[in-house]
């Protein structure tokens, strides 16, 4: 090989795409997955490189574009600012993220982002969904639960008002249609609640949406609850009904009156599935989202109830 044909193949070499580490998947079942970029550039490289014709590489993304953008792409990150940061929980924080203007961000309800971070320089991704409505002008909020020992909980942790994210999608398969469905079975433990939320907003805020609405949350605490002022205005609406599970305590003296009623104790199990899915109003959908065994669970329990595999989603 001579000394032209040797530049040209390190050259060659150097446009190659790079394949993603495992940590690099946030394992949501995102669609584009990015080693579906990967392979996809990959196969494109492999054709350039067969044809001697950069030219053909063209049109690859940038894996990322700088500045403030609400032209959400699933395959390219884009930046956002943070405008405020609550500490909701001892380990709960909600983000908000500015929209350029009067812009929204243009999620249907339901629909989750994936958040890029980098941690002693390994690339990390994970998936959230939005909390705040789709309609929100200016602005997107984002309920993150960090974790002693994660690394995405680290990265998230550094934040400070000020600082960029960047964030791609949207992904999900679940697009929800006003007056689709009877009723809606809300299944949510921990921050599974977030998917919930935007979905039942959507519900509440569209006068002829008749979608009755059973939300069940599930907790370790009354105190470790989110939202609860959303939620209990949320429960004031004709059709919507909110029911908590608290796995950590023990008495309803320790509740406040409103919440007696509404709170059993343990853990969400057959016997409770039972009791929901037939004091529902109508025939229920059901919407699942928690932890993988969370989410396993409950989908034994809607089968065993008498639900087919068509009538719920597991987010």
């Not at 006068?207 to 609850?225: N, P, S």
Request: net charge negative; aromatic share 12%; charged share 20%.
């Amino acid at each position: 090989m001579d000394l032209k044909e040797d530049s040209d193949a390190k050259a060659w070499l150097q446009l190659k795409p790079v394949a993603p580490l495992p940590s690099q998947c946030c394992g949501s079942g995102c669609s584009p997955c990015v080693f579906d970029l990967y392979y996809r550039d990959l196969e494109r490289w492999e054709t350039a490189q067969a044809r001697n014709d950069r030219s053909l590489l063209s049109g690859k993304q940038p894996p990322e574009t700088r500045g403030c953008s609400t032209k959400l792409s699933p395959e390219t990150f884009l930046a956002f600012h943070i405008s405020t940061l609550e500490k909701v929980t001892k380990d709960t924080y909600l983000v908000r993220f500015t929209l350029a203007g009067h812009s929204q961000l243009g999620l249907h309800p339901g629909q989750h982002l994936v958040l890029r971070g980098t941690v002693d320089g390994l690339e990390i991704q994970r998936a959230y969904t939005p909390i705040s409505p789709v309609s929100a002008e200016g602005y997107f909020e984002v309920l993150i639960k960090c974790y002693r020992m994660g690394l995405m909980s680290r990265y998230v942790e550094s934040w400070r008002p000020g600082d960029t994210a960047f964030w791609r999608g949207p992904f999900g398969s679940f697009l929800y249609e006003p007056n689709k469905y009877g009723e809606l079975l809300m299944l949510a433990a921990g921050t599974g609640l977030a998917p919930m939320v935007p979905i039942l907003q959507s519900i509440t805020d569209n006068a002829d949406d008749e979608t009755f609405v059973t939300l069940v949350g599930c907790f370790k605490t009354f105190e470790g609850i989110y939202l609860k002022t959303f939620l209990q205005e949320q429960a004031r609406f004709w059709n919507v009904r909110t029911f908590f599970v608290l796995s950590q305590e023990a008495s309803p003296e320790q509740l406040p009156w409103s919440y007696r009623d509404k709170t059993r104790f343990g853990r969400l199990g057959q016997e409770l599935v039972d009791e929901l899915v037939a004091c529902c109003r109508r025939k229920p959908f059901t919407l699942v989202c928690g932890s993988a065994a969370f989410t396993e669970d409950m989908a034994r329990c809607l089968l065993s109830a008498g639900l087919t595999e068509d009538s719920y989603f597991l987010f």
